[in-house]
């Protein structure tokens, strides 16, 4: 993961296209409400989830007004109930009123991100499976995503194209085989992870033998997976990919691989059901 300047950054960031994108030249609704008039409330769950996103909120509202207050009830990661209120804040009601949708839309997003990846971990935490993300976000969120799996008990794969490697089908294709691709990548960083992917049992065999120690099993059977784990022997770290859902993961994960990464923890989302409830001074 990234360091902390680089996650604040990347939080500012990703919040000021969002305001932007959302206020444009001004707030039209909330420039009729008096400047002076003021508003208290609470964000409440109306579902049970794994809150998160608590950053990107405070960031929302302070970017507005550094004079609104926050009093988080829950931290990241924590469970809330459906009902329980997460959070308290007052200020400027205009402040408030703009920084709403953008901040509920964080939270939302981000704690439907956690409580689907904490149900995988669940569903496999009787095996050794590790449950991973992949690079399959939504542009501009990719590490508010990411941060959400690891708030929701998952792990990251590789954050972009610039931290680790992974030697998918084309790239076999375009080297002219596992064996050259394997052979090109000796001129990367030994701290650098290196990943290939195979779709057979015969590749994970040549993978092997050119000194592969971390493999991507793409769309493999059941019992191709118990075969694969038992010709690599530990020798190689084993992921499975490729259409994984809830119901299928457990037959997946007991099958003895390392890893399993889902796309759908970051893809098909769908979002936290939360409510702002406000009230104004007179």
């Keep these: 993961m990234m360091s902390d300047n680089n996650f604040k950054t990347s939080i500012q960031s990703c919040v000021e296209i969002a305001i932007r994108e959302d206020l444009g030249d001004g707030d039209l609704t909330a420039s009729l409400i008096p400047e002076d008039k003021r508003g208290e409330g609470s964000i409440i ?36 109930a459906s009902g329980q209120s997460i959070c308290s804040l007052a200020g400027p009601a205009r402040a408030l009123l703009t920084g709403e949708r953008t901040a509920l839309n964080f939270l939302q997003t981000l704690s439907a991100v956690a409580t689907k990846t904490n149900h995988y971990v669940r569903a496999v935490a009787h095996t050794k ?21 690891k708030t929701g008990g ?9 931290d680790g490697v992974l030697i998918k089908e084309n790239h076999i294709i375009a080297c002219d085989g596992i064996s050259n691709a394997m052979k090109s990548t000796k001129h990367i960083d030994e701290r650098i992870t290196i990943q290939i992917e195979v779709e057979s049992l015969p590749q994970l065999r040549e993978a092997i033998d050119n000194g592969a120690t971390s493999i991507l099993l793409d769309n493999f059977t059941l019992q191709s997976m118990r075969d694969a784990v038992r010709i690599a022997e530990g020798k190689a770290l084993l992921e499975a990919s490729g259409g994984i859902t809830l119901d299928s993961i457990v ?3 007991e099958t003895g691989v390392d890893r399993i ?9 769908e979002a ?5 409830r406000l009230t104004f001074n007179n």
């Excluded at 499976?129 to 799996?149: E, F, G, H, Q, S």
């Excluded at 990464?261 to 989302?269: E, N, P, R, W």
Aim: aromatic share 6%; net charge positive.
């Design 154 to 162: 998952g792990e990251n794969h590789r954050i972009g194209l610039f």
């Design 272 to 276: 936290i059901d939360l409510s702002m």
């Design 45 to 80: 769950s109306r579902v049970d989830c794994i809150l998160c996103g608590t950053d990107w909120v405070e960031r929302t509202f302070h970017s507005l007004d550094s004079s609104i207050q926050l009093e988080w009830h829950h931290k990241d990661g924590n469970r809330v």
């Design 251 to 253: 037959t997946i994960a």
């Design 129 to 149: 499976a590790k449950i991973l993300d992949t690079r399959k976000t939504m542009p501009n969120l990719r590490t508010a995503l990411k941060y959400a799996v």
């Design 261 to 269: 990464s889902i796309g759908a923890l970051t893809k098909d989302i």
